[in-house]
């Protein structure tokens, strides 16, 4: 993904970029991560959720891996309080996703409710990669409709296909939920930090998987980043002072 940072109607030299090429990759994008929703839906009914609280969540939350991070706690046993609150963590990532793109997009203050509903990580990337603030507005529009859309209808498909066969064990449908969230999380490491912060987070919620109750492991692995953050800060200061 090639990043921008300060795509605006106005920039001198950016590069034009063709309408039909910002909507193949949005569609692409939106095609490719909506039809994961169906894993969400069979996660979510093999937790105990109902069709409707299922559907619910991708109509109203529609934040994937908060999604999986929550219906995963509750499955594993977890206080709703505690699996919301560790959902809650991995969504906030999509506030400081909001602060860049409303500078990024400056849509009317009337379509601002609305386009926040669809400020998740493939939005936001499909937005930042392109060369100008109308293709910007163009990839995230056909990004967030497409994604939308497909994930709600994945989702409703997955959780009344989970309540027809029964039990998502025996099938072992149990394991989509994480497997996917993997798969959309492993390219997203590109730099050794986030590597580091990822394995950090694995090792902590390992650890403490064991003697915490389910969801709080979610939470304690949250930690990571800001550790490995603080260390690669720490480590820059060390050099500046050997100078």
């Known amino acids: 993904m090639s990043r921008i940072t300060g795509a605006g109607a106005g920039d001198a ?34 937790a105990g959720l109902s069709l409707l609280q299922t559907c619910a969540l991708s109509l109203l939350v529609f934040t994937g891996a908060s ?16 699996a919301a609150a560790g959902a809650f963590f991995l969504g906030v990532r999509n506030a400081f996703y909001g602060l860049r793109l409303s500078q990024l997009l400056a849509l009317p203050r009337f379509l601002r409710p609305l386009a926040a509903h669809w400020v998740i990580d493939e939005t936001t990337a499909v937005a930042l990669a392109q060369p100008d603030r109308r293709t910007a507005r163009l990839g ?30 025996a099938w072992g449908l149990d394991a ?8 959309l999380l492993a390219p997203m490491l590109r730099t050794a930090t986030e590597r580091a912060a990822a394995a950090l987070a694995v090792v902590l919620g ?38």
């Open 206 to 243: 390992l650890v403490f998987l064991p003697v915490l109750p389910a969801g709080v492991p979610v939470l304690v692995a949250a930690l990571a980043a800001p550790a490995v953050l603080w260390l690669k800060g720490r480590g820059r200061g060390a050099k500046g002072e050997d100078r």
């Open 13 to 46: 030299g950016a590069t034009a970029k063709p309408d039909s090429a910002v909507v193949r990759d949005a569609l692409g994008v939106g095609v490719a991560v909506g039809l994961s929703g169906f894993a969400f839906g069979v996660t979510s009914a093999g």
């Open 140 to 169: 995230f529009t056909v990004t967030g409709l497409t994604l939308y859309v497909l994930w709600n209808l994945t989702t409703l498909a997955g959780a009344a296909g989970a309540e027809a066969i029964g039990d998502t064990d």
């Open 176 to 183: 989509a939920g994480p497997a996917v969230f993997l798969a």
């Open 67 to 82: 999604q999986f991070a929550l219906v995963g706690a509750i499955a594993a046993g977890g206080n709703p309080l505690t």
